[in-house]
């Protein structure tokens, strides 16, 4: 069953921990991204990767960290720095000139 | 910069009625558009591009380079229209190398009955 898989659905931690969100997608694509949904102001990219060992900063990098050391995952780290960590996580994939597909999300509260 | 607006965070409508979500975006190229669905309790999904010029469900979208939009039009709403629907851009941040999507922040739409 082709897709892209997010772990866990949901995800409780302490402030001041780092906690890292899964992303696996059995797709082939080349690109991955992550993305913030937060109600009212839509999918905020948090960071993509165009190919294995690369990845760039998308409009809100700050107090997140991600790796790319296999062309199908695309772990996201939630580091201590972030400000204001609690929220939907999104997960996509694409190859080429396809739309973005999307994983079913993390929902990740800081307590 | 890159972006892609919903003017609308709410939009209801009765069942029957003929719906619009507009969608208006800023591009220094040439611009590639989507609209995504997010029904309740489901992913994120791709509802239609631009470039199929395909009707979806009973919705189509047109792009309109002189007003920088690319509305979602449905005759007639449907109950299970109701949904998240989200505008999407794709964006070529650097030279063409790599790609992202812009998204905006998006429209919820109520069919009512």
């Known amino acids: 069953d082709g897709g892209i898989t997010q772990s866990p659905k949901y995800l409780f931690r302490k402030e001041g921990q780092n906690v890292t969100l899964s992303c696996e997608q059995n797709l082939n694509h080349d690109a991955m991204y992550w993305y913030r949904q937060d109600p009212g102001q839509g999918l905020r990219l948090i960071y993509y990767s165009q190919i294995v060992n690369d990845f760039q900063k998308g409009d809100i990098a700050e107090g997140y960290s991600v790796s790319r050391e296999k062309k199908e995952s695309f772990p996201l780290t939630v580091t201590s720095a972030q400000k204001n960590p609690t929220a939907f996580y999104l997960c996509?994939?694409?190859?080429?000139?396809?739309?973005?597909?999307f994983g079913q999300g993390t929902r990740l509260t800081v307590v | 910069a890159q972006r892609v607006t919903q003017p609308e965070k709410l939009l209801s409508v009765f069942k029957g009625a003929p719906v619009e979500l507009k969608c208006n975006y800023s591009?220094?190229?040439?611009?590639?558009l989507f609209w995504y669905v997010q029904y309740s309790r489901q992913r994120l999904q791709l509802l239609l591009r631009?470039?199929s010029r395909e009707s979806i469900k009973g919705f189509t979208a047109d792009l309109n380079k002189g007003e920088t939009s690319f509305h979602l039009k449905k005759p007639f709403a449907q109950e299970e229209d109701s949904a998240m629907y989200y505008c999407?851009?794709?964006?070529?941040?650097?030279?063409?190398?790599?790609?992202?999507?812009?998204f905006g922040p998006g429209t919820r739409l109520s069919v009512l009955p």
């Open positions: 591009y220094s190229g040439s611009p590639e």
């Open positions: 631009h470039i």
């Open positions: 996509a994939s694409s190859m080429g000139k396809l739309e973005a597909f």
């Open positions: 999407a851009l794709r964006d070529r941040p650097r030279d063409n190398y790599g790609q992202n999507f812009v």
